[in-house]
């Protein structure tokens, strides 16, 4: 079976150096093939994105490029639906057969994972892949708690040898840094630098990104 493919969604407004850490992460620890990032077009758990999609796409491709195994998957921008998790994963199950596929997502995400639209059939398609700050015991409700007893592991080998069915806890110290955060900082005046990535901030900068209302 040939090497998984990682899956990072967000609304990436904009995409940061604690997005770009974490596929970096978990590429390195489960031997990745690559790490697709999917920007969001209507989020079903957050508010609407203060960016419009051509920008927060064009900020997503700029990240990709300068980071080796990176690739970006507009298909969520391509909607006009919410971009409920479950349907992006079957039609890329529908697309590449039995690969072995690992959605990547925050731990505070996996805490509330069954508020999410038809969470009991994310595990058909995929394994989840949970960003975990080393050390920390996190506290799961009994729905959370019950899936992951049933399907937790830390043997990346299971990750690689079936298409879907596991959860890997991601050893991966977390940066403290938010979309919300540098957003702040931009309508402030203040510099984000070394928050993301340079070529980032100059599109941030060239297109007036986030100093007054939606663009």
Known sequence: MTSPIGLLGGTFDPI?????????QAQEQLGLSEVRLLPNHIPPHRATPDSAPRHRLAMARLAAAATPGLT??????????????IDTLMELRRELGRRPLCFIMGMDSFCSLDRWHRWQEL???????VSHRPGWQPEFNDAVNELFQRHGTRDRERIHRAPAGHIFLLDNPELDVSSTQIRDC?????NPQYLLPDAVTD???QQGLYTGSVV
Do not use: C, F, W
């Open 186 to 190: 931009i309508r402030n005046g203040n």
């Open 203 to 205: 599109y941030i900068r």
């Open 72 to 85: 970006v998957d507009e298909r969520e921008l391509n909607r006009t639906t919410p971009s409920y998790t």
């Open 16 to 24: 940061h150096a604690g997005h770009l850490r974490t596929a970096i």
């Open 123 to 129: 595990l058909d398609q995929a394994h989840l892949v």
